[in-house]
């Protein structure tokens, strides 16, 4: 029975993680307007599998969407890996904790603006520490979290919208 539960998480894992790597790759070939800032629409399907199958399967794919899509753009282990994963890894701390703390009073959009805030911190602080330790760089700071905070919310959204259209979960 546990092999059979371990097999079907692999699979929802496996899955899930294509779906979100297939929509970093698309993300990543859109132009924006801010360097570094993407909408971030990978998210909602960890999100959805936060919200649907849990912390441990969310988690699993994000770094699957991490690594896999870095192998993909040719940017494993480049500096722009690093600042995706210390993204990742931020939010999913974030998630986690409202997810649990909220319970069943931070939807979709709350934590979806929790986990794009802490992605961009996380990434932010890395940056700062390691690539670029120059004081200036805090003044773009404010930008980057308020493209966070509407970006959030947009992935909040469809993610929310996303949720109530697909059939309750058999556990």
Excluded: Y
Excluded at 69 to 82: D, I
Excluded at 98 to 122: D, E, K, L, Q, T
Excluded at 123 to 141: D, K, R
Aim: net charge positive.
């Amino acid at each position: 029975m546990a092999a059979t539960r371990s097999s079907r998480e692999d699979a929802l894992a496996a899955g899930f993680a294509a779906l979100a790597v297939c929509i970093h790759l698309l993300e990543s070939a859109v132009p924006m307007p801010l360097p570094g800032v993407k909408p971030g629409l990978a998210n909602v399907v960890v999100l959805i599998v936060l919200l649907r199958h849990g912390f441990r399967l969310a988690a699993s794919v994000a770094l699957l969407r991490v690594l896999a899509g870095a192998a993909l753009l040719g940017t494993l282990f480049t500096p722009a890996f690093f600042l995706s994963l210390a993204g990742a890894l931020a939010s999913l701390v974030a998630a986690g904790l409202v997810h649990r703390a909220g319970g069943r009073f931070v939807g979709p959009v709350g934590i979806a603006v929790a986990m794009a805030m802490a992605h961009m911190s996380g990434q932010f602080l890395l940056a700062w520490q390691v690539f670029v330790p120059h004081p200036a760089l805090i003044n773009i700071l404010p930008v980057l979290l308020a493209a966070s905070l509407g970006l959030g919310m947009l992935t909040g959204i469809i993610a929310a919208s996303v949720l109530v259209r697909l059939p309750v979960p058999n556990r």
